[in-house]
Structures are given as C-alpha cells and as structure tokens.
C-alpha cells in the first residue's frame, strides 16, 4: 500500500486579483495533509479560505505559491481522485434524476451498461430508489442534496469533498444526510477512501470528523489542527462531544476576552494534533502560579487569580493555560483548579517537581519534534537557526525567536536539553549521572536584561534553578 497522503498541501499560498489591479491574499503558507482512511473537516469564520482549500486540491485552482500533491505526485489540472459537492447542488433541470447522477460518467467512455451500473449504485447508497425518473422541481431540497452527492460517488471517488452540502437544509434533512455519508465512508468495501468537509457548523464537524482543522482569517491559515478519537456513531448529547464543542468555539471565538487582538491559542491536550504553540512565559511562572492557586484551596476564578497574581490578565491567562497544557490544571469555564497530577506537583519535593516537570514537557508534541530533530543530525546537535527554520513550517505567522526561547527554557528547566548561548546549539545532555550546569557567562547571556531587543521573551531557566 502507498503510504503517501491521498492529498498534500505544501507550503500553499493563494491571492486572487481584485479591481484595480489589486491582489487579495486568501491563503498563506498552508499545509495540510489528507490521508487515507479518514473524515477530515476544515472549519473557521467566512473569509478564511475553506473552500479555496478545497479547489486547490480538486485542481480547480492552482495555487500561487506552493504545491499540491496526490499520492506523493505532483499535481497537473483536474484532480482525477476527488469528486465535489457544493453547497448548491446545480442540477440540470432538464435532467431526470438517473441522468444528473451519470452526467459525471459520459466524458470517461464509459459503456450505457456501465454508465447504468454505476448509476444504480449510487442511487442505492443515498437512498433514491424509484426516484429515477423525476425531475429536479419535483424534488424536495433534500432529494436534490442526495442526487449531488450520488453524482460525486458514481465516479468512484477516492475523496468525496463536501462544500457545505448540508446548510440549507432543515435540520432533520441534515441530520440524516451527515449520518449516511458517514455510513457510506464506513463501507470499507465502496471505493470513497476519505471524506473532506468545508463547514460553519461546529457539531457537524464534531461529528463527522477525524481531524479537524480550525483556520484563521486575514490571511487564511491554520491556526490548529483537533483530534476527534470518538467512535461511531456519535451521539451530539455525549460530555465528550460537547466538550469539543465548547474548545472549538473558544478557539475561533476566543470568547473570555474578545477585547484582546492578540492572545496564545492553546487547545487541551487530548484533542491536540500537531505542534502546541506554547505562550511566552516560563517555568518559574507556571510553579508560582500554582502555589497560589495552592494557597487559595486549588480552585480560583482566572479573573481573581489575575488580581492575586498582581499580573496583567492576558499574561495570567497564558500562565494559565501553559499549566493546562501541562496537565497541572483545568479550566471550566472561568474556572482554574488543580488536577490530580497538579496536587501531586505542589505537594513534591524540589527532586519530584523536577521529575513530574519533565515527564510533561517530553509529553508535548513540539517538544518531542525537537528531540527528533536533534536526533536526525549525526552530530546529535542542531542550530538556532535550523530549529526555527523547522518551525516555520508549522507556526508561519508566529514569533519564532520567542517560541524557540521558550521551548529552550522548558527544556533547560527539565534537564532534557542543554544550549549554549553563545554558539546557538542545542544537544542532548551528556549521560553521566548530573547533567552539568551551564557556565555563569552562559547564563547571563540569556538572561532577558542581556537581550533588551526582546522584551517580552521569557527568561531563560537553567537545570539547577530553585524552583
């Protein structure tokens, strides 16, 4: 089997021209890989370049900037693999049901007898027995949905792309409409490999996808990418559902505090897929904020711990939700509390602190990325530069110097990583029994008094800092 992605964007960008001679960015440095197997759904607000997505991997557009592959293959016109359904299902008029369904089959030469066959499957798989010969205008907005989607899979497509079919139909329509598309996706034996989905809706993608990535707008871009392990079916009543539900409207949203242009986007763990983009902040202010969540009962509103911690509350927040991702705390609605492992924490020793620290950085995807990066070289070393180079490819539109810093700081910290500041490399600790500290000039040159061009870098912490 061809372990290549069905479908991959590489470093994509897209800008469209406008009146005037004026460019539009739509896209900008995306990437995106569909595999096969799986029902992956793209959501954010309008504007953010959904269904530009979409085109570019069918071929209907090609990208300004980048590259599209199928199978590892560069992509050349039409994608051949990729069948679509728009959110209107445009269907010939003048065309019976049976015909709209084979009009996809007639430039493939194919026979009447196959062209029939094929017909008669897709009719069956969406439910339009004895429909065949109506018309259009004799069809409910439902029907006409299913005939587009027949239409698609007559085909045979590996990938079934789906535009907002769903959005102008009443809600029990919808409903039944998502359940059998998930079902014919579930049919190992029929041809359609993996399903796209370009949605507003929130729970659809919850319950349809796999994956699911959440893009921004101005220009369109991945923000993050959601792993959705729940079984099928789903029920939209289960916790885990809406729980999903909820840090998915939190993260396009970003409703506790709409007034801040810029705040880190940070996802809980358990849905996270990709590389966690850590806020600037620093170890020492994840430990002293849980000491005053400990010395507060372990349960504190995220505005009184602000005014606790005498912080500004977009700098509490990031704290906040740093601690979260490390698994240290939860944050139910406004809430901020201790979890189990985070009681543990503030309970230990300096020696299991350290321990505890360190197990859950290693547990970070961005973490473990650098290791494996480091690893790759033969030297076992790998530059600043190389590093963040490697990191453009994830966080396009983020400040890349401060991310590196701050993953370094968590490293350091957790004795994983050593750097030296002056060369800009980082490798792996020796293995003797004590990882040796760094030097004092080393030291003092990462300390943020050192680097006044960097304000808000967060300070570096060496392995045998007090905590």
């Not at 957790?414 to 030097?439: A, C, H, M, Q, T």
Request: aromatic residues 6%; glycine residues 6%.
């Amino acid at each position: 089997m061809n372990n290549q992605p069905l479908i991959a964007l590489e470093k994509v960008s897209h800008r469209f021209r406008i009146g005037r001679g004026r460019d539009v960015v739509v896209l900008k440095n995306v990437n995106i890989s569909i595999n096969e197997g799986e029902i992956v759904a793209f959501l954010g607000p309008s504007g953010c370049g959904k269904t530009t997505t979409l085109r570019l991997m069918a071929g209907l557009l090609e990208p300004t900037q980048g590259r599209v592959f199928t199978r590892g293959k560069r992509l050349s016109g039409v994608n051949p693999h990729m069948a679509m359904v728009f959110q209107v299902p445009a269907l010939l008029p003048w065309f019976t049901v049976e015909q709209n369904i084979g009009i996809g089959l007639h430039p493939r030469d194919f026979s009447p007898r196959q062209i029939k066959l094929r017909v008669n499957e897709a009719v069956e798989l969406v439910g339009l027995g004895g429909f065949e010969e109506a018309y259009p205008r004799e069809l409910s907005g439902g029907m006409r949905s299913r005939v587009a989607i027949a239409r698609a899979l007559a085909v045979r497509p590996e990938i079934l792309a789906l535009d907002e079919p769903f959005s102008a139909l009443d809600v029990l329509t919808a409903e039944n409409l998502r359940n059998e598309v998930v079902e014919i996706w579930r049919e190992k034996s029929k041809v359609v490999r993996s399903v796209v989905l370009v949605t507003h809706n929130i729970s659809e993608a919850v319950f349809m996808a796999q994956r699911i990535f959440v893009l921004g707008a101005d220009p369109g871009h991945v923000r993050t990418v959601l792993n959705n392990p729940a079984p099928y079916p789903r029920n939209p009543k289960d916790a885990q559902f809406n729980d999903l539900v909820n840090v998915i409207h939190s993260v396009i949203t970003e409703a506790l505090i709409p007034e801040e242009a810029e705040k880190p986007l940070v996802v809980p763990a358990a849905w996270y897929q990709g590389l966690e983009n850590l806020p600037p902040v620093g170890p020492s202010e994840v430990i002293g904020l849980l000491e005053v969540l400990d010395n507060n009962g372990g349960k504190m509103d995220i505005f009184k711990l602000a005014n606790e911690t005498a912080s500004e509350f977009g700098q509490c927040l990031a704290v906040t939700k740093t601690a979260e991702l490390l698994d240290f705390v939860e944050t139910p609605k406004q809430t901020v509390a201790f979890t189990d492992l985070g009681r543990r924490f503030i309970r230990a020793d300096t020696a299991e602190r350290k321990n505890l620290f360190s197990s859950q950085v290693k547990g970070l995807h961005i973490f473990q990325s650098l290791l494996a990066w480091i690893e790759e070289n033969p030297q076992k070393e790998l530059t600043r530069e190389a590093a963040i180079s490697q990191l453009q490819g994830h966080f396009p539109n983020e400040n890349l110097e401060t991310l590196f810093d701050t993953v370094v700081a968590f490293g350091r910290y957790g004795e994983l990583i050593s750097y030296n500041v002056k060369s800009g490399i980082l490798s792996l600790p020796r293995n003797d029994e004590e990882v040796p500290p760094e030097s004092e000039d080393e030291i003092a040159d990462d300390t943020p008094e050192e680097r006044p061009e960097d304000p808000e870098k967060p300070p570096t912490e060496g392995p045998n800092q007090p905590s």
